[in-house]
């Protein structure tokens, strides 16, 4: 799977991630929670290569502030222009 910014197809859990979760001897809340885990972790892999830091390295601020960006750039923008497309 390929995280590609600004498509409107990106992704954050291939298909056959999202099969090895739903494979899991996991309840219908844990698999979900697995699925925002794996997602959460995609996002902050991204978040951390635009600020040249370790992911480890990430802070709370630096997560907030890159989503105002996100966000910012949606409404002022466009969905399409947005790494996040909701």
């Not at 996002?43 to 630096?62: F, P, R, S, Y």
Request: hydrophobic residues 40%.
């Amino acid at each position: 799977m390929d995280i590609a910014p600004n498509q409107s197809s990106t992704q954050f859990l291939s298909l056959e991630e999202s099969a090895q979760v739903d494979a899991a001897l996991l309840s219908s809340p844990e698999k979900f929670l697995t699925r925002l885990t794996i997602s959460s972790l995609r996002i902050l892999q991204h978040i951390a290569q635009e600020n040249q830091v370790k992911i480890e390295d990430l802070t709370a601020q630096e997560v907030i502030a890159w989503f105002e960006k996100d966000a910012k750039i949606r409404r002022e923008e466009g969905v399409e222009t947005a790494y996040l497309k909701w």
